[in-house]
């Protein structure tokens, strides 16, 4: 089936430092992948997405390249704020298929 | 402004006391969907519209109803309500699959 999974939160760190949040998921074919973002009290944005395998997507100092021999999206930033601190939701969409997926999400805390 | 709208925001209920949560949005988006967010497990698909009079169950449509009588409103109904269905309910459109999602700010539904 197709799945997404994430690792558990919450995750802690000081402002300034290196952010990963790992990804990988479980598709046939070729989907599409997104991190989607939620800050307290707000609904999901749309954060970065990749289409095809290699593409790296990239927001306000977040990345994520499309791995598809590893089967993974992971998150990063080099140097987090405390306006960073959020809920974060990777996802895929099956090629050809109207429906996404989301994994259970990880929460970010950055601490001043 | 570009927005998906709904409401409420906070629903307190009873088991078995039918109840309608409704989604609008601005943006002529085609396609429309339905989520549940549960600690733990993320986001979940529970039905999903292409577009006015179509629509398709997501993972979890058990114990809900949805129409799309119009292009803008996607409103989500629970005939009969029961406790496992407390959850925080979002709604979701977007101009094809293929876009990105605009998300509505929830509502957190409490049934006793």
């Known amino acids: 089936g197709n799945s997404v999974t994430q690792m558990e939160g919450p995750v802690t760190l000081s402002e300034e430092a290196f952010l990963t949040i790992n990804c990988t998921y479980t598709?046939?074919?070729?989907?599409?992948l997104f991190w989607y973002v939620q800050y307290p009290g707000e609904g999901l944005q749309l954060l970065l997405k990749?289409?095809?395998?290699?593409d790296k997507g990239s927001n306000k100092g977040f990345e994520a390249t499309y791995r598809k021999e590893t089967t993974s999206f992971h998150l990063e930033k080099g140097s987090v704020q405390v306006s960073d601190s959020a809920v974060y939701f990777c996802?895929?969409?099956?090629?050809?298929?109207?429906?996404?997926?989301f994994g259970s999400g990880t929460k970010l805390n950055v601490k001043p | 402004e570009a927005q998906v709208t709904q409401n409420p925001r906070y629903l307190i209920t009873v088991t078995g006391k039918k109840l309608t949560v409704t989604c609008s949005q601005n943006m002529n988006h085609e396609y429309m969907s339905w989520y549940r967010q549960d600690p733990g497990l993320g986001l979940r698909q529970i039905y999903y519209?292409?577009?006015?009079?179509?629509?398709d169950k997501g993972d979890v449509p058990e114990g809900y109803k949805v129409s799309r009588k119009e292009k803008r409103n996607f409103p989500l109904i629970l005939e009969s309500p029961s406790p496992n269905q407390t959850s925080l309910y979002f709604c979701a459109s977007s101009f094809t699959t293929n876009e990105k999602l605009f998300f509505g700010s929830g509502t957190q539904l409490s049934v006793l």
């Open positions: 990749a289409t095809k395998a290699d």
């Open positions: 996802a895929l969409r099956r090629e050809n298929f109207n429906k996404f997926y």
């Open positions: 598709a046939t074919g070729y989907p599409s």
């Open positions: 519209s292409m577009n006015v009079e179509v629509t």
